[in-house]
């Protein structure tokens, strides 16, 4: 591959086609599409048992997809291991900031760059808590010693350390107190202005709207919206639609 051709597919966004994801025998995602694209923030919403955390699995490789593809620089990566879409260049924050409680910060970041060098590690390591300086103080502490929005730090900490060229963070405010989620909201911002692709999984409809650059809606399985979170942020009923869909007897009644 010629240094232009890499260089075009650097950028290229990453695709996700008519993903099918199952749960026990459910099909619990229906024909998903979603378009993330690098060195911006894209918004995934939708409420309790949508089926976002199941788009996340499929994506990171934890849960086989049932169909669809996952098209990264231009090679399908569905159906992957989870360890080589991540070292393909997909990093995931999952659900509830899973931390190696038992080892310090320093070794869970460590661990996380396993892959590389001693050096690479060092430099990965400035990197990194450069855009967390809060942990630098926190290196030799063990992480489950950590205040819940610290642990999330490190989850995303971790996730950095090998330079993803895309990072999926799912549920990024769950369970922190909003002065927490504010602090994380440039730390987000960086990450994309680095060039990475950030995929926000979310509920806490505030903060995805006021961070992303494009947002879908997920509803029982479907993107419902797909668009800019402007139009979202003028006309609330869509997303309440969304979060509350109507009966099908409901909709009739009302058309
Ligand atoms: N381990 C599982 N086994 C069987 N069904 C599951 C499992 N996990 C989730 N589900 C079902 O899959 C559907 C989608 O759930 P999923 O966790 O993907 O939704 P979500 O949008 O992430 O919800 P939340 O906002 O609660 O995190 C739900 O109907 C849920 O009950
Ligand atoms: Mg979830």
Not at 15 to 44: C, H, P
């Amino acid at each position: 591959m010629t240094q232009a051709m890499q260089s075009t597919h650097g950028g290229e966004p990453l695709k996700i086609d008519n993903l099918v994801m199952v749960r026990g025998t459910k099909a619990v995602t229906e024909a998903i599409v979603l378009r993330v694209a690098r060195g911006k923030i894209t918004a995934l919403m939708g409420a309790n048992g949508a089926g976002k955390s199941s788009t996340v699995l499929g994506i990171s490789g934890v849960i086989e997809p049932a169909f669809g593809e996952i098209w990264l620089d231009g090679r399908d990566i569905a159906g992957l291991e989870a360890d080589e879409i991540r070292r393909l260049g997909i990093a995931t924050v999952p659900e509830g900031h899973q931390v190696l409680r038992e080892l310090t910060v320093r070794d869970n970041l460590r661990v996380a760059a396993s892959d590389l060098s001693r050096g690479e590690q060092s430099t990965a390591l400035d990197r990194t808590l450069a855009l967390f300086p809060e942990l630098k103080e926190k290196l030799a502490q063990p992480a489950g010693d950590l205040s819940g929005g610290q642990q999330q730090m490190v989850a995303l900490a971790q996730a950095l350390m090998v330079t993803p060229k895309f990072l999926v963070v799912d549920e990024l405010s769950f369970g922190l107190a909003p002065t927490i989620v504010a602090r994380l909201v440039p730390v987000i911002r960086s990450i994309a202005a680095q060039g990475i692709g950030v995929l926000l999984i979310e509920q806490f409809t505030h903060l995805a709207l006021a961070l992303a650059d494009h947002v879908y809606v997920m509803s029982r399985g479907k993107v419902s919206y797909d668009g800019p979170p402007q139009k979202l942020r003028d006309d609330p009923d869509i997303l309440h639609r969304a979060y509350f869909p109507v009966s099908d007897k409901e909709a009739v009644g009302l058309a």
